[in-house]
């Protein structure tokens, strides 16, 4: 890794940031990353160590891969853990209380797969994909339901249930899955969202379903138990796309959330350094902060070279320079950075920033994804 200054490395990420009254020691956030090493969704001994590895070596905040709500439809893997159930709240109340032990924060991603979902897999065979308008992030139609009222409902009641055990276990907040062509994201983008009804339509219609989702948890949980959004423009299948054209675009999506209890908005993007509209150099996580006034975590590609997709296709990809995160940082663009696969190859990796070893980091290896190290 390229950095030229490793004692202004260490005093910019180690400055503690506040998200409605919890403290985050540092500016380092573990990236949501799925790995399916829980079987019958229960998260065991290899999963708790894997997350306090991270904390004990310096990880502030993290965010723990995707997890199911309780909602028939909600995912598709029996490998995935899921955030309800007595033995998998057990579970995870385990991790939270390492995680603890080794001096990080830790929050659970809540995940709702929806129009994703393939029929006929576990957890529940026999449940369909569910969505705004029953249309795949591709295009798709007639592969699943258009959700009725009464299917809205219950998802909703869904999220607040698994915020409300997240709190109950010891957890330091939460994190609504609200990107990436899932869910929540597919009723925010109009591709695939065409409800003729009260959630869909313009922007601020679109966003209505995920601000009664972030209402419904702020109403169960304490007023200082922290709510973080994470959103995105591109989707797994449609790197292309974008919910907002326009900072005002954006403004009308994310004020409502905003409005309905977000505490901080998890920016996804694929390369972090990439300006978001034409006039400003302002990245995603930069504009939200921006429009919203509220504590931003950006993610992308940040300490790697080489491009996305070619890491995951096999090819390695070397560590690069963070001195233009850095600058961004220090200019108050966002407050945290969340590290996704340089973290998974180097469980190591928070530790060796924060005390000047970069000699020691480790470059990123797609086969990394097979192992829980």
Not at 182 to 204: A, K
Not at 218 to 233: E, G
Request: proline share 5%; glycine share 10%; no cysteine.
């Amino acid at each position: 890794m390229i950095v030229t200054d490793t004692s202004r490395t260490a005093e910019v990420l180690s400055r503690p940031v506040d998200i409605n009254g919890l403290t985050v020691p540092n500016r380092i956030v573990m990236a949501p990353m799925t790995r399916m090493f829980s079987p019958d969704g229960i998260p065991g001994d290899d999963v708790r160590s894997y997350y306090a590895r991270r904390a004990a070596a310096g990880v502030g905040l993290i965010v723990t891969e995707g997890t199911y709500v309780g909602h028939d439809s909600a995912g598709q893997s029996d490998r995935v853990p899921r955030f309800h159930g007595e033995d998998q709240l057990a579970g995870w109340a385990k991790v939270a209380a390492d995680v603890h032990a080794a001096g990080g924060t830790i929050v659970p991603q809540l995940w709702h797969i929806g129009m994703v979902r393939k029929q006929g897999e576990p957890p529940v065979a026999d449940a369909p994909a569910v969505g705004p308008s029953g249309i795949r992030v591709d295009g798709t139609e007639g592969t699943g339901k258009a959700m009725t009222s009464a299917d809205l409902d219950d998802v909703i009641g869904a999220f607040a249930d698994a915020a409300a055990a997240a709190e109950r276990i010891g957890f330091d907040g939460v994190e609504l899955h609200g990107a990436h062509g899932y869910l929540l994201d597919q009723f925010l983008w109009s591709r695939t969202n065409r409800r003729e009804d009260s959630y869909g339509g313009d922007p601020v219609a679109r966003t209505r379903f995920a601000a009664e989702i972030v209402a419904a948890v702020r109403a169960v949980v304490s007023p200082t138990f922290p709510v973080i959004f994470r959103y995105s423009q591109w989707k797994q299948e449609a790197y292309d796309a974008r919910l907002a054209e326009t900072p005002q675009d954006l403004e009308a999506i994310l004020a409502p959330l905003a409005a309905a209890g977000v505490d901080a908005f998890h920016a996804s993007t694929r390369r972090y350094w990439l300006p978001e509209f034409e006039g400003s150099d302002l990245n995603l996580a930069g504009w939200t902060k921006k429009l919203t006034g509220k504590p931003t975590i950006t993610v992308g590609s940040v300490g790697l070279d080489g491009d996305f997709l070619r890491a995951f296709a096999g090819h390695g990809a070397e560590l690069g320079s963070i001195d233009n995160l850095l600058d961004r940082m220090e200019r108050d663009e966002f407050d945290l950075v969340a590290i996704g696969r340089a973290l998974l190859q180097d469980p190591d990796w928070a530790a060796k920033l924060l005390t000047g070893r970069l000699d020691e980091v480790r470059p990123y290896d797609a086969a990394a994804l097979k192992t829980l190290s």
